[in-house]
């Protein structure tokens, strides 16, 4: 029986459409009315696939591993073949979307493979038989047994290849092939495979005698070579001695344009630059008229003034409380979007330890809320950068941001709207919706001073500035250093803030074009309230609403589902969301 046939057999599927969400006050439960079912039949083949996907990354775990690769590989090309069976047209707009985006994932996913391997490939020189170590691992994954004798020779091999190279680059560090960031990458990956092989000989040892007798003194003379070579790669090669250096891993100007189309972004990292400049140059004009009012001469001045107004200590908590209570308000009294009484009251508060705070110098935020701010541990300096880093301004237009109608509230409806589409995740969704609400609060008057207008942005400001030093890092033009000084220079960070927000940045935690999404998606879904909402198509909360109930995606497949132009063949990246002018 064809997939096809086999879902229409299966019958109707519960699935959830954008219907607004009118409770009574204090009500938890919606009515059941407001939870229609529909008949998505692509709902079911999603969910299938990311159950798949699950299953052989479950044991495809191994870093760097061939057979992991040929697993994943053979995995999206019989679905891209198993898709085939679908008549797009003949399909409703529901399951038109989802079939364009499981087809857009399946493609960048094996794009991707053949990215990550040339990366491999490209460290590889540094890393000599570290391949074989892969092997053993993945062997194990795969529930092989090793002969102990040829196990122990190959890791006793493996320390001799290592060891050479490393005395010919004791010797002389320039001889080392590749740059230093492809030897930062090198540590990185001789990272994964050190842990990976850590747990193949512990699964052994011990329980086979014949196994630790061959193995037990190679594995233990390798693992001391092993982290001798990756503190070679990534202090003496790559230049990350100082715990303080920020060294990150440049992609490209190709992948970042393979990484554009996939988000159905039409413009050029240059264009995203120059669009920055912009948007960063209409904040500082507008730091300017807030700081006049303010009665400075100067956008600075009126910025040291903001910092110094910040809660005495053990007090941020309940500020953001009170903040989180003001931006519900203000939604709910001119009707917004709608915000279930549960989802007001299902968030936790977390206060960062000084030690996270190193990397997050300011709120976080999804399911729940975790707030930064300085504990009495820290250094003096540290302690004051914090303090002035999250002032009451600064968090006023932080906490909307993090909860509601920003992340939290986006987390309440992902979990119980179109659920399969977390497959089709998109950070110019995620860090773009709650961008857009920094900018659909502007327009309305959120900022009741000009010090809170201030506060809204320096924030601006800032994500203006992640586009340039994130894609200027990325082209490879400007350096971690150079990023910290912009965002210290024309946004005003403090400079340990600044350190700490490049450093999150270029951690490899966060893919390359994450920090471009946050004004990037924002001006997005602006561009599309001013074609929906401003031409009367759509209501102010209804439009909100089906955003919030259609699920993560690409903002410009957003729009297809809003506008019911949802094609039967690809997703194109051909909407001008943005106006460059002259």
């Known amino acids: 029986m064809s997939l096809i046939r086999h879902l229409s057999a299966a019958g109707i599927t519960l699935a959830l459409v954008a219907t607004p969400l009118s409770l009574p006050a204090g009500e938890l439960v919606p009515a059941l009315t407001e939870m229609p079912a529909t008949d998505q039949r692509l709902a079911p083949v999603v969910a299938r696939f990311r159950a798949d996907l699950d299953s052989v990354l479950h044991v495809q775990d191994v870093t760097a591993g061939p057979r992991r690769e040929a697993a994943l590989r053979a995995l999206y090309l019989g679905w891209q073949r198993r898709l085939q069976e679908f008549d797009a047209a003949g399909l409703n707009q529901e399951d038109r979307l989802d079939l364009a985006l499981l087809r857009r994932d399946l493609a960048y996913r094996l794009q991707q493979l053949d990215f990550e391997r040339e990366r491999w490939q490209q460290a590889e020189p540094l890393l000599p038989g570290v391949s074989r170590l892969i092997a053993l691992a993945e062997a194990r994954r795969h529930l092989e047994y090793p002969d102990a004798r040829a196990a122990a020779d190959t890791l006793d091999q493996v320390r001799q290849a290592l060891e050479t190279l490393g005395k010919r680059l004791d010797k002389d560090p320039k001889a080392a092939p590749g740059t230093p960031v492809v030897a930062y990458r090198a540590a990185r990956l001789l990272a994964g495979v050190r842990e990976d092989l850590k747990q193949w000989y512990a699964f052994h040892a011990g329980y086979d005698p014949q196994f630790t007798w061959w193995a037990k003194q190679p594995y233990e003379a390798l693992d001391k070579v ?49 669009l920055a400049e912009r948007e960063l140059a209409w904040c500082q004009r507008e730091m300017a008229k807030a700081a006049a009012e303010m009665g400075h001469d100067d956008w600075r001045q009126a910025l040291e003034a903001v910092k110094n107004r910040h809660p005495a200590p053990g007090e941020q908590p309940k500020l953001v409380v009170a903040l989180a209570d003001e931006a519900i308000a203000f939604l709910e009294q001119r009707d917004l979007v709608s915000i279930p009484e549960l989802a007001k009251r299902d968030w936790r508060m977390t206060m960062l330890s000084p030690e996270y705070q190193l990397q997050a110098p300011f709120f976080l935020g999804g399911e729940d809320v975790w707030v ?29 941001h993090e909860l509601i109608p920003g992340h939290h509230l986006q987390h309440f409806y992902n979990r119980r709207y179109q659920t399969h589409r977390e497959l089709f995740h998109s950070p110019f969704w995620t860090e773009g919706w709650a961008l857009y609400w920094e900018f659909r609060l502007w327009d309305l008057g959120f900022a009741q001073t000009p010090e809170d207008r201030i506060g809204m942005l320096f924030w601006r400001s800032h994500r203006a500035a992640r586009i340039l030093f994130s894609l200027g890092f990325h082209l490879g033009q400007m350096s971690p250093d150079q990023a910290v000084d912009l965002l210290v220079r024309r946004v005003g960070h403090e400079r340990e803030n600044a350190r700490a927000e490049v450093r999150r940045s270029f951690a490899g935690d966060y893919g390359p074009l994450y920090q471009v999404a946050y004004m990037i998606g924002g001006l997005q879904f602006q561009a599309l309230h001013r074609e929906m909402v401003g031409s009367g198509r759509m209501g102010e909360r209804e439009f909100h609403d089906a955003i919030l109930t259609g699920g993560p995606m690409p903002v410009a497949a957003v729009r297809a589902r809003l506008r019911g132009e949802v094609p039967a063949g690809d997703l194109g990246a051909d909407w001008q969301f943005y106006d460059f002018g002259k």
């Open 226 to 274: 092993l982290e001798a070579h990756g503190k070679r790669l990534s202090e003496t090669l790559a230049g990350a001695a100082d715990p303080e250096t920020i060294i990150g891993d440049p992609i490209g100007r190709e992948a970042l344009l393979a990484g554009l189309r996939h988000e159905l972004i039409p413009y050029t990292p240059e264009q995203l630059m120059r």
């Open 372 to 400: 930064a701010y300085p504990t009495d541990s820290m250094p003096h300096d540290k302690k004051l950068m914090a303090l002035r880093g999250n002032n009451r301004h600064f968090s006023r237009a932080v906490v909307h």
